[in-house]
C-alpha cells in the first residue's frame, strides 16, 4: 500500500498565505474606513500647529465614519467641540480632504474684529502656534473674495454670522441668498432669483427650514488660510474624522532622489506628537 503524503504541498501552502494575505487586506480596509487613516499636510494654512510634510493618524469612528458610496453615518462616539482640528471632505471640491480647526458649533455667532476671533461675543483665545504673516485689514475695507459675497467683510474683520443648525428658519430674499443659496443647494434644492423673489423648488418664498448642521472652520495661519472665511459654512455631512497624532515628519520640498537629505529632514521631535 503507498502511505499518504505527509505535511502540506506547495499549492496549499500557496492558498493558506493567499488567504492570509486577503484576510489581512480586508482587515486594513476596515480600518481604514471606518477607525483611523492616515492623512499628509500639503499645505501650510495650519502653521505652526502642522507642518507641511507631517503625517497624520486621523480618528475616523469618533464624529461616527460614513459608510462609502452612502450618505449613512456609523454612530458617533463624540461631537465636534470648538478647537478640534478636524479633516473634512472640502465642500466647494469634495474629492479633496482638508484639515482646519473648529472654532464655531451649529448655533454660533462668528464674529472677526480687529483679527480678534469671538464666538457668541466671548473671545476665542488664539491656539498657541497660531500666526498672522500678513498686513491687518481694516474695518470697512471688504474683500471680494470672502464669504458672503458683498457682505464687505475681510479676514481680519469679519460678521457677525450665525452658522446655521438644522430646524433654523432662516429669511430669504435678494440680501441673503448669498449666504444661503449654496446651502440650499448642497441640500438638494433649486434656488433661483426672479425680481425681488427667491423661488426654493420653484415656489417662491421668503423662509427656508435648515436641513442640517453646519460648521466654522479656520487654519491657524490665519493670512495663509482658504477656510470658512472664503468659502462658508462647512456641512457636517463632510466630516472625516479628528486629527490624533504626528506618526512622520520630514520637509516635502528635499525630493526622494535626494535620499540623504531627504532622510537628514526628518524632524524626529515631531514623531509620536499628539495634535491639539
Known amino acids: 500500500m503507498v502511505k499518504e503524503k505527509q505535511g502540506k504541498t506547495g499549492k496549499q501552502h500557496t492558498k493558506e498565505w493567499f488567504e492570509a494575505l486577503l484576510i489581512a487586506a480586508v482587515f486594513a480596509a476596515v480600518i481604514r474606513v471606518f477607525v483611523v487613516e492616515s492623512y499628509r499636510i500639503p499645505t501650510s494654512s495650519m502653521e505652526q500647529t502642522l507642518l507641511a510634510g507631517d503625517f497624520l493618524f486621523v480618528n475616523k469612528f469618533v464624529y461616527g465614519a460614513r459608510v462609502p458610496m452612502t450618505d449613512y453615518r456609523l454612530p458617533s462616539v463624540d461631537t465636534v467641540e470648538r478647537g478640534d482640528i478636524i479633516v473634512f471632505k472640502f465642500p466647494q471640491d469634495r474629492s ?30 488664539l491656539p498657541p502656534h497660531a500666526q498672522f504673516l500678513g498686513s491687518m485689514m481694516p474695518l470697512g475695507q471688504p474683500d471680494a473674495q470672502i464669504f458672503p459675497r458683498y457682505s464687505g467683510f475681510n ?111 526628518i524632524r524626529w521631535n515631531r514623531i509620536a506628537m499628539p495634535v491639539h
Open 96 to 125: 479633496l480632504n482638508y484639515i482646519k480647526r473648529c472654532v464655531a458649533l451649529p448655533g454660533d455667532t462668528v464674529e472677526i474684529r480687529d483679527r480678534r476671533l469671538l464666538v457668541n461675543d466671548e473671545e476665542f483665545a
Open 155 to 265: 479676514k481680519d474683520n469679519y460678521g457677525p454670522l450665525r452658522v446655521p443648525a438644522a430646524g433654523d428658519v432662516v429669511r430669504l430674499d435678494r440680501s441673503t441668498i448669498m449666504t444661503y443659496g449654496k446651502l440650499i443647494t448642497d441640500e438638494g434644492h433649486r434656488v433661483a432669483v426672479a425680481g425681488e423673489r427667491v423661488l426654493v423648488d420653484g415656489v417662491p418664498t421668503d423662509r427656508y427650514t435648515i436641513e442640517q448642521n453646519y460648521y466654522f472652520a479656520m487654519g491657524d495661519n490665519r493670512d495663509n488660510s482658504l477656510d470658512s472665511r472664503y468659502w462658508g459654512f462647512l456641512p457636517e455631512k463632510d466630516l472625516v474624522g479628528q486629527a490624533l497624532m504626528v506618526y512622520w515628519s520630514w520637509d516635502p520640498h528635499v525630493s526622494l532622489f535626494d535620499p540623504v537629505n531627504k532622510i537628514g529632514s
